[in-house]
């Protein structure tokens, strides 16, 4: 009798295999996007708890920020260093994420070789660009005297 069974005569455990997929590529997608909605789904509930729930909406100030993130040029404490590793792997799994699902829409509506290749490669451009400003915004912190201006307007 083998591991699965119990002695009480019940039914071996089946589990969902991970789809066939066309290639090993697809297979890695499909997973990076349940882990990665998984992952997503942990970071945005907790940055909701923090910022809207402990903190509260009406006590964000841009010096909460400034206290988070850190001033440009300046060095940064652990916590510092912390938050802008969560909102940099937020920032990073978002995007792969939406690209990732992105491309899975596209390949379903999009049946011509030569306009999906192109519009994907737009796409994979643009997110990127966005992707990695958002990361060197988190690496070089706050910019106190463009701050201020922002809320003076």
Known sequence: MSAIHSSAGAMPRTSRP????????????????????????????SHFGFQHIIVGTHQLTS??????WGLA????????????????VMVVLAMLHGLNGLRQVAH?????????????AAATV???????????????GV???GAAEAFAR
């Open 18 to 45: 991970l789809p066939k997929g066309r290639n090993r590529f697809e297979r890695a997608a499909w997973l990076f996007m349940r882990l990665s909605g998984l992952a997503l789904l942990f970071l945005a509930l």
């Open 63 to 68: 010096e909460d920020t400034i206290v988070r």
């Open 108 to 120: 379903d509506y999009l049946h011509n070789k030569l306009v999906y290749n192109g519009f994907m």
């Open 73 to 88: 040029g300046e060095s940064i404490t652990l916590s510092q260093l912390f938050w802008r590793l969560y909102y940099g």
């Open 143 to 145: 910019n106190a005297s």
């Open 126 to 140: 643009l997110i990127l660009v966005a992707t990695v400003l958002g990361v060197i915004a988190l690496i070089v």
